[in-house]
């Protein structure tokens, strides 16, 4: 699709520094950003007549430790524009020893849940979030279920039963 | 046969567990605690084609303060059990659980670290209903085994 490699073009003029990589597949446009950008890549994408990006349709993390040597973890952001019909894949990789990323939730409400969601499964810390809490599993839960070296058949250890005992005395 | 020849052929005599028992199993009214796929099953069973109230237990109340059957219908995870818990506490006694399906008897496949491995964890269960998802029919079964289970208690026991 000739229209998303323009975008692709616009972004890396805009922000030469923050596109690290870029690969159209099946014309879906995938943009790797480098991790220090992605407050001002998403503002521009977002409000670029251009791009118009108003819709996050998707946030997640991915943990790449056991994928690659990177030993990374990466946030991939899914957007749509509602205007233009259109949509971009951004990929943010940031090292699993320090798994922190600018939020985007100034730019997409939406995002705020999404994050939520990628800190409780990956711990992924979004920096500037309003609210980073546990979103899926219980009060009292320890460690990140969907990381790799998370163990198959996890156990939460007993404390967690006391989240259902709490009502019994 | 003891008194009863006294009085004649106008008034019948009978024990209070009986009566008790026999107005509590025929007239339950069920908690539906749907979790997931199993619920759909429960739903069919009250529906007419299974019609659980051929069993007195059509009334699905959805307070657990005007119920007294919980039916537990799919996977329990531990962000629910919480809620479980309470809404099995706010039932009013006497009370009694079907643990539905194999999620909520034992955890079924889900041996992760998000599902109760069983409702029994969390709170007394009296039927273990087997099955991915059970068929209405296994449904009814359960509940006739609460019946049973009812007509053996006594009001003393209380």
Avoid at chain 1, 117 to 124: K, R
Avoid at chain 2, 1 to 23: A, H, P, R, Y
Avoid at chain 2, 114 to 128: L, R
């Amino acid at each position: 699709m000739a229209e998303m490699s323009a975008i692709g073009k616009k972004l890396k003029e805009t922000f030469p520094d923050a596109v690290t990589g870029m690969k159209t597949f099946r014309g879906e446009l995938t943009v790797s950003i480098n991790k220090d950008y992605i407050g001002k890549v998403a503002e521009f994408l977002c409000n670029d007549d251009e791009s118009d990006f108003g819709y996050l349709s998707d946030l997640c993390g991915v943990d790449k430790s056991r994928l690659d040597n990177s030993n990374a973890f990466e946030v991939v952001y899914h957007l749509y524009s509602l205007r233009h019909n259109h949509r971009v894949r951004l990929k943010v990789e940031i090292p699993a020893s320090n798994p922190s990323i600018k939020t985007v939730t100034n730019v997409w409400k939406t995002a705020d849940w999404h994050e939520r969601e990628a800190y409780d499964m990956f711990g992924i810390i979004f920096e500037g979030h309003p609210n980073l809490e546990r979103i899926l599993t219980p009060e009292g839960f320890e460690g990140y279920p969907l990381r790799k070296d998370y163990p198959l058949k996890g156990r939460q250890p007993a404390s967690l039963r006391e989240v259902y005992r709490k009502g019994e005395e | 046969m003891g008194i009863e020849t006294l009085f004649g052929d106008c008034i019948l005599t009978t024990t209070l567990d009986k009566v008790v028992n026999w107005s509590r199993k025929n007239a339950l009214w069920p908690m539906p605690f749907g979790l997931a796929c199993c619920a759909i099953e429960m739903m069919a069973a009250v529906a007419p084609r299974y019609d659980l109230a051929r069993f007195g237990a059509e009334v699905f109340r959805f307070s657990p303060r005007q119920s007294d059957l919980m039916i537990v219908a799919g996977t329990v995870t531990y962000k629910m059990a919480a809620v479980t818990k309470k809404i099995y506490d706010q039932m009013p006694e006497p009370k009694w659980v079907i643990a539905m399906g194999a999620c909520a008897s034992s955890g079924g496949i889900f041996d992760t670290y998000a599902t109760v491995q069983g409702v029994d964890e969390i709170i007394p269960v009296d039927v273990f209903l087997p099955g991915c998802p059970p068929r209405p029919e296994a449904l009814i079964h359960a509940v006739m085994e609460i019946q049973k289970k009812i007509d053996k208690e006594s009001v003393l026991d209380e």
